[in-house]
């Protein structure tokens, strides 16, 4: 496996991504909705799916894709979980907190993860067994001890009336007197545990194409990812909770209320 090469198409990809978001951010763009009013989908989300399509089939023509927009059409052995505007609703109101999210699964196994923030620039890469970098150098989860003084964040799905799970974790969260905040780009909140800006992340409604970049950047930063139970991340796994692993059980006891 050419995971240097496999590496290399992630950052070129990742990088006409960015190219894309900046210009619709210059130009303006039309935008739709999806699954509920707050659910957008603009031209960038669609235009850098495809140019991120594009470029794969171009390099890695055995290789499948399942991407947020356009899903997957057939299974093969090495497969690209892309999500090409991670926080779309902070993308369409200029809020600038959002990314592309790029991950390679090879045989089952996310091997390398790309999370690149578009707005500002940071990129966040991991490959299985090399370690997680930001902007090439590498990085650690924190090393906070303690749940009261952390700093945590989470998400919640659009229609939050329709989905109510979280807001009982948020609060079991809020009343222990935690400090959380919801940026809105769940592969950037990965991102930041791995780099020690946050202690710990939690969400419940996610995606493969959410998770599957920062899930392995956060474990390569020596971080911990696991479900609601504690048991080890499984991509496809809806629930996740990412620390730097030393206040792992501590957040997980407050989420189910203990
Ligand atoms: C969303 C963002 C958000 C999270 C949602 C995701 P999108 O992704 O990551 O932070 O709370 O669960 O769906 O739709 O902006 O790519
Ligand atoms: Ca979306
Ligand atoms: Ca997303
Ligand atoms: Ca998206």
């Known amino acids: 496996m050419d995971l240097r ?10 990088y006409l991504a960015k190219g894309i978001h900046q210009y619709y951010q210059e130009k303006g763009f039309t935008q739709s909705s999806k699954s509920t009013p707050t659910d957008l989908v603009t031209q960038a989300d669609h235009e850098s799916e495809a140019a991120i399509r594009e470029l794969i089939a171009a390099r890695h023509p055995d290789h499948v894709v399942l991407g947020e927009e356009q899903g997957q059409d057939k299974e093969g052995a090495f497969r690209w979980i892309v999500d090409p505007l991670d926080g779309t609703v902070n993308y369409a109101h200029g809020f600038p907190f959002y990314a592309v999210s790029i991950g390679l699964e090879a045989h089952g196994e996310v091997v390398l993860g790309v999370v690149l923030d578009t707005a500002r620039g940071e990129l966040f890469t991991a490959t299985k067994g ?17 749940l009261v003084g952390s700093l945590l964040a989470t998400g919640f799905p659009y229609d939050v009336s329709k989905d109510t799970e979280n807001l009982t974790y948020f609060q079991r969260a809020l ?21 020690g800006r946050l202690d710990g992340f939690w969400e419940v409604k996610l995606n493969p194409w959410d ?10 930063a020596g971080g911990r990812v696991s479900g609601l139970q504690g048991e080890d991340y499984r991509l496809g796994n809806r629930y996740l909770v990412a620390s730097n692993g030393l206040i792992h059980q501590p957040l997980l006891d407050t989420l189910h209320g203990r």
């Open 5 to 14: 090469a496999y590496l290399q198409t992630a950052l070129d990809a990742a």
């Open 130 to 146: 090399g370690g997680a970098y930001l902007n090439g150098r590498p990085i650690r989860v924190s090393t906070r001890s303690t």
């Open 175 to 195: 009343t222990k007197g935690l400090m959380v905040r919801r940026p809105g780009a769940a592969a950037l909140d990965l991102a930041y545990v791995a780099a």
């Open 211 to 220: 998770v599957a970049a920062g899930w392995l950047i956060v474990s390569e």
